[in-house]
């Protein structure tokens, strides 16, 4: 069954046109992969999912209901969390107050009304939080302010801040972008592990083709506004239409 | 008819404060993105450069002269000031009775000066720092700047008179037969605001100067990737900023006699008059400035005032809040300024 | 106790120890020594350090957690005085009903104008917050005083008046008071050389006070305070957390303008009058300055700023320029006359340039507040110490 449904999506600002009849099946339980070369649309068609974006034409289903006029915190209360290119993370909180506010975001709905009874006795939210930072092997680094972490850490406790949510639909904005190998090989391995555990259905946005066909059960190649292939990983890597349009955009690189 | 065309032209002079403050604090937000609440201390200052030349130019030697008495039978104590012994009577007492008009020589370099050490001093070290610092900074530099004009020039409005060639009233009317007279100095204030504000954007259309800081308003980032030296040409335009609401200080000392909090006042309003035209927009702060001070003009009628009290002073708020529900962005504001 | 943590108890008992004590710890230089100028033990600013230290309090929950700077809580403060004036008028001079009208009508008002500034953020929302203050300052001097229909009385400043309605008014109470326990009464103590004065107004505000302050610090612990500091940190991921900002900032602004309210009305029970000059542009500057100047964001701080700032005021404005040629007298008075030259800017009708110069000097070099100062303070000091141990197994 698919989860997020993508039907006929157009935008366009100005005279330039981002996204031309996209159409985009995400199913259960999978990890779909965007890829594209630069200016593609991928950002363009990410932004359409969380409500930052509203399309001209077309339909956006997520589990049933309509995406579209919704706002990006209703969105996130229907089940999508999403992880930024560069990691979007509560600088000046603690890692533990991090992973606490999806936490109470997750029970308490979009406006928190307690204001009377401290954090501190909330048992369920702060073992849920610590169970999560445990997950992503942080529980060491509990009491540290967010901004003093390295940037592979600040990627996992956005991570954790989003899956502490449990989601129905995982956006990640190009994870590995900016990252070291080494980073980059251990994020992988990370969502590998995720899907393995938990299977959460997630939608990469990705530049670099390496690192979603290790990971992905399906790819849809986005190329000047439209989708050009939709198909398993081996496919794509035959697919002549995406030779064509990475290695016709791999010289301006 | 006539009272419609009187209250557009009363409204002119406030308005053309108004705008000239509006676009100076544009100028400055818009390339250093930074909001200088210290703004409408500048035009403060520009107002009492004016009344320090008038009382320069007023400085007397004092001689006796045997052959008048007092009323007490002394000797009359004659006052001739400086000027007129250095220039002859007639000379002197034209560039005494021109002191304002003159004060905008005076005043350009000083507020230049004043707007450098400002933006080196001071500003600079707050680029990086949270728009809440700046603010506040800019918020206490402001309350030493009025109470040092305070402590110097004292609490009360200093009256500073127009040339007698420019302060009379001109009957604007009689040629299409309107009963219309109107102060000549408000006239003057109006023409030279037109020319400032005219030269500003010619300065920014035409120069190349102006091209690299319209496109550093834009995108500032890229611009100092190009390899300009941004940093400089903001500096200059942030004396420049000071000098025009400097100058629309010294001008407008004529038609109501300043005082050290002129700063505060005009500020707020002018911040309601940025707000209104759109934040980040030139042509939209000049714009929203003659309209509000037309609309002020309008709302301090007596019929106006007599219908609702004091409708004068708030109608200004009143329209911004009106605009603010319709058009959150401002008359001309551009999508993406200030709202992240 | 009382659902506290441990520091936090520390804290609350601190504030309560000092505000019970105040009378002696303010007061701490003998009537008649040349020093009792300094004193600060009189119930007039007592009162003042209280009840700004309530309207610091209130406005730290909103610049302190989100850093929504405003520029126009004085227009709370300033409503919530006529509010309780208009009570004393109406119905008796009770300061009950006077300070619940005043919390209720501050908490409207800021509901109305803050969802109309909280449409925008950052630099744009203090400009809005300042342009309607200026506007209630301007509505409240002019418009809404005129025979037909006169709420503010201008100029003159509301007061009670003979003829006022007052429908439950108590014989004998013709001054504000709590069942019957007048604000202006003051019992003395005299110990030796020492004067120390009780006031009830000023227990009564300290009460308040400390209720105030205990309430704060229960919203700073809870989830939703833990929600407005995300918000000063990120708004962006709060927004794709799920969690909708606006009504967070909303609730902020209504609550510490209730705050704001509430010290207005408590300023008019200690004194039954209500200006316009109480929501000018100044008055809302001077509670910025008092918070960020104590540390914003810290519990303490507020309280700090607020009693630092009232208390300089009130001495420096005293300092005229023969006070400062008594202190220097024994000087060559060369040296006298230059001392005195130069202090008279910053003292007696200078000490708006001295308020001035302390705003920069604070946003400059102490962005954290008195209270950072004393961490930082504390550290190096702690720092020095560790290092002294490290040394100490070399010798």
Not at chain 1, 166 to 195: H, N, V, Y
């Amino acid at each position: 069954m698919s989860i997020l449904e993508v039907q006929n999506v157009n935008k366009s600002f100005g005279g330039l046109k981002a996204l031309q009849n996209v159409n985009l099946k995400v199913e259960e339980g999978t990890i779909h992969a965007i890829i594209g070369p630069n200016g593609a649309g991928k950002s363009t068609l990410l932004n359409c999912f969380v409500g930052k974006l509203v399309p001209d034409t077309g339909s956006v289903i997520f589990d049933g209901q309509s995406l579209l006029q919704k706002k990006p915190h209703e969105i996130n209360q229907m089940g999508v969390s999403r992880v930024f290119q560069t990691p979007e993370i509560f600088t000046d909180l603690t890692v533990f107050e991090n992973v606490m506010i999806p936490c109470f975001a997750k029970r308490d709905g979009s406006f928190e009304r307690n204001a009377w009874k401290p954090v501190t006795n909330e048992s369920e939210i702060r073992d849920r939080a610590e169970q999560m930072l445990i997950d992503v092997n942080m529980i060491e680094k509990r009491d540290m302010i967010a901004s003093s972490l390295s940037r592979g850490d600040k990627r996992r406790l956005e991570m954790a801040m989003c899956l502490s949510q449990s989601p129905k639909l995982l956006l990640l904005d190009e994870p590995t972008a900016g990252m070291a190998r080494a980073d980059t090989e251990s994020t992988i391995e990370l969502l590998k592990e995720i899907q393995d555990r938990l299977q959460i259905t997630m939608a990469i946005i990705e530049h670099d083709m390496g690192v979603v066909f290790s990971l992905a059960q399906k790819i849809s190649v986005l190329a000047q506004g439209t989708v050009i292939a939709e198909d398993l990983p081996d496919a794509i890597r035959s697919n002549s239409k995406v030779k064509e349009a990475y290695l016709g955009t791999a010289a301006e690189d | 008819m006539d009272a419609l065309l009187l209250q557009i032209l009363n409204g002119l002079d406030k308005g053309s404060a108004y705008a000239l403050i509006a676009l100076g604090l544009t100028l400055i937000f818009g390339t250093l993105g930074v909001v200088n609440f210290a703004h409408g201390a500048l035009f403060m200052i520009g107002a009492f450069c004016s009344v320090t030349l008038n009382k320069i130019l007023n400085l007397s030697s004092t001689t006796i002269d045997e052959t008048q008495k007092d009323f007490l039978g002394n000797p009359l104590k004659v006052k001739t000031p400086y000027v007129e012994s250095w220039f002859g009577e007639v000379a002197g007492q034209s560039i005494i009775e021109w002191s304002v008009p003159l004060a905008i020589i005076f005043a350009i370099p000083i507020m230049l000066a004043i707007g450098v050490i400002m933006e080196r001093g001071l500003i600079k070290h707050f680029y990086k720092r949270p728009h809440a610092d700046q603010i506040l900074v800019t918020f206490g530099l402001a309350i030493v700047l009025q109470e040092v004009v305070k402590a110097f020039f004292g609490a009360n409005p200093i009256q500073t008179p127009a040339p007698d060639a420019l302060s009379g009233v001109l009957d604007l009317g009689g040629a299409i037969g309107l009963q219309l007279s109107y102060p000549v100095w408000r006239i003057t204030y109006f023409f030279f605001s037109v020319i400032v504000i005219g030269g500003v954007f010619a300065f920014l259309q035409f120069t190349t100067f102006g091209m690299v800081v319209r496109a550093g308003m834009q995108d500032r980032e890229t611009v100092g990737l190009l390899g300009i030296n941004i940093d400089r040409r903001f500096t200059i335009m942030f004396g420049v900023a000071a000098a025009v609401a400097g100058l629309a200080g010294v001008m407008y000392t004529p038609i109501n006699p300043p005082n050290y909090h002129w700063g505060m006042d005009f500020l707020v309003l002018s911040f309601v008059v940025v707000v209104v035209g759109g934040m980040g927009s030139l042509p939209g702060a000049v714009l929203a400035g003659f309209l509000l001070g037309i609309l002020e003009s309008f709302a301090s009628t007596t019929w106006a005032t007599t219908t609702i009290p004091g409708i004068n002073q708030i109608i200004i708020y009143l329209v911004a809040i009106i605009i603010l529900l319709v058009r959150p962005r401002g008359l001309m504001g551009r999508e993406g300024v200030m709202e992240e | 106790m009382l659902n506290l943590n441990q520091r936090d108890t520390g804290t609350f008992l601190f504030v309560i120890i000092i505000a019970v004590l105040a009378p002696f710890i303010m007061n701490p230089f003998p009537t008649d020594s040349a020093m009792a100028q300094f004193n600060a033990g009189y119930p007039d600013l007592m009162q003042r350090f209280v009840i700004f230290g309530i309207f610091a309090i209130g406005f730290n929950i909103l610049f302190g957690l989100t850093g929504y700077l405003s520029f126009g809580h004085a227009a709370f403060l300033g409503v919530g005085s006529y509010a309780a004036v208009w009570m004393f008028k109406l119905l008796s001079y009770n300061i009950v009903p006077a300070l619940f009208l005043s919390v209720i009508i501050a908490g409207i008002f800021s509901l109305f104008i803050g969802f109309l500034c909280l449409r925008r953020s950052g630099i744009y929302f203090s400009i809005l917050t300042l342009a309607f203050a200026q506007m209630s300052f301007a509505i409240a001097y002019s418009v809404l005083s005129n025979p037909k229909f006169n709420l503010t009385n201008g100029e003159t400043g509301l007061q009670v008046y003979a003829d006022d309605i007052q429908l439950f008014q108590v014989e004998n109470l013709t001054t504000p008071h709590l069942f019957g326990w007048t604000m202006n009464t003051t019992y003395e103590l005299t110990l030796s050389a020492w004067d120390f004065q009780f006031n009830v107004g000023y227990y009564v505000s300290a009460c308040v006070m400390l209720f105030m302050f205990y309430i704060s610090i229960r919203i700073f612990r809870s989830p939703f305070g833990l929600m407005l500091r995300a918000v000063k940190t990120n708004q962006t991921r709060l927004n794709y957390t799920g969690v909708n900002t606006r009504p967070h900032t909303l609730a902020a602004f209504v609550i510490s303008g209730m705050y704001a309210g509430l010290a207005g009305g408590l300023l008019a029970s200690m004194d039954p009058l209500a200006g316009a000059e109480r929501m000018q542009w100044t008055a809302s500057g001077e509670v910025v300055l008092m918070t960020i100047l104590g540390g914003a964001g810290t519990l303490l701080g507020p309280l700090l700023g607020a009693g630092f700032i009232k208390y300089f005021e009130n001495i420096l404005s005293k300092i005229n320029d023969n006070v400062l040629h008594a202190w220097f007298q024994y000087l060559p008075e060369w040296l006298e006359n230059s001392l005195v030259w130069v202090l008279h800017w910053f003292t007696g009708k200078g000490w708006h340039l001295t308020l001035g110069l302390l705003f920069m000097i604070i946003v400059i070099f102490l962005p954290g507040g008195l209270m950072d100062g004393a961490n930082r303070i504390r550290e190096a000091l702690r720092g020095r110490k560790a290092k002294k141990n490290l040394q100490t197994p070399v010798e």
